[in-house]
């Protein structure tokens, strides 16, 4: 049995995903009247032309989450400390995988580094790579990196959550797969811009190549693995948001370029956690120039001519 806290549509996705491969599956909403909908239409407006497979129970009883079977936290970055909070009773003492990507605003922290300050007899892991909600949805072929610095739960893991159409490579090197995860966002936001203003796909390719140099750097600073950067969780997630109008951050950026303006009801996790990089960055004397290009666009301290200047403006060296 698996559980799965969060119906938007990456937790939906995951959930149709795990029941079709035969296992059940508890999904866990905390709308009463959203999960009503649900059970009456077998489908989540989220993810339009899904039906929710009858081994796929949708509840809003956070009770029937209890045991030790694992829990996959599908909630964004900066709401999964509250999450924890609220459900603390549910959640201690068993395997947590978080599927968000971002590093905490007020802390810095990963995901994986939140579940463990709030609950120490948790086992954290995180599910992060190249995938969207309505691909894993409809049953297409993915590839995921399952972190988890516990070996044999890391084993585990792998494979309770592996369906036909889930792949799951597992890595010790939590640390590496939430930078990587983190960083592709504020890269394709960087991406987006880029398009938008018109600067084409060599000036994308660019911004993809040195933004990825600083997600290495990053991650080495903070005890990450470099080749772990290389993996899906880094290169391929970055090579995926980077380059498909799927991407919130990717379209989100991408309106910035255009001058226009972005629906604020999306959630767009590559906001905060640009932000997040940049004070993390300066800490640990982490040059981030792209980063720093986001920031200012984000708040609005430059344009794009500006910030383009910023970026052509740097002094000439080695790759």
Known sequence: MTGVIGAGAFGTALAVSLALGGRKVVLWARDAEAVARMNDTRENPRLPGVTLPESLVVTDDIGSLSGD???????PMQKLRDAIRAHAAVLDNRPLVACCKGIELSTGLGPSEVIAEELPAATPALLTGPSFAADIARGLPTALT????????????????????LRLYRTEDVTGAETGGAMKNVIAIACGA???????????????????????????????????????????????????????????????????????????????????????????????PITEVVVALIDGKVDMETALGMLLSRPLKEE
Do not use: W
């Not at 079977?69 to 909630?75: K, Q, R, Y």
């Not at 997600?215 to 880094?234: D, I, K, Q």
């Open 69 to 75: 079977f694992p829990l996959l936290l599908a909630v």
């Open 146 to 165: 399952l972190a988890c610095a516990h070996g044999p739960c890391a084993e585990e893991l792998q494979q309770a959550l592996s369906a036909p159409n």
């Open 194 to 288: 880029a398009i938008g203003a018109g600067y084409g796909e060599s000036a994308r390719a660019a911004v993809m190549t040195r933004g990825y140099a600083e997600m290495v750097r990053l991650a080495v600073s903070r005890g990450a693995h470099e080749n772990t950067l290389a993996g899906l969780s880094g290169f391929g997630d970055l090579a995926l948001t980077c380059t498909s109008e799927q991407s919130r951050n990717y379209r989100f950026g991408r309106a910035i370029g255009e001058g226009q303006s972005f629906d604020p009801s999306v959630t767009v996790e590559g906001a905060a956690t640009a932000h997040a990089v940049q004070e993390a960055s300066r800490k640990r004397g982490v040059d981030m």
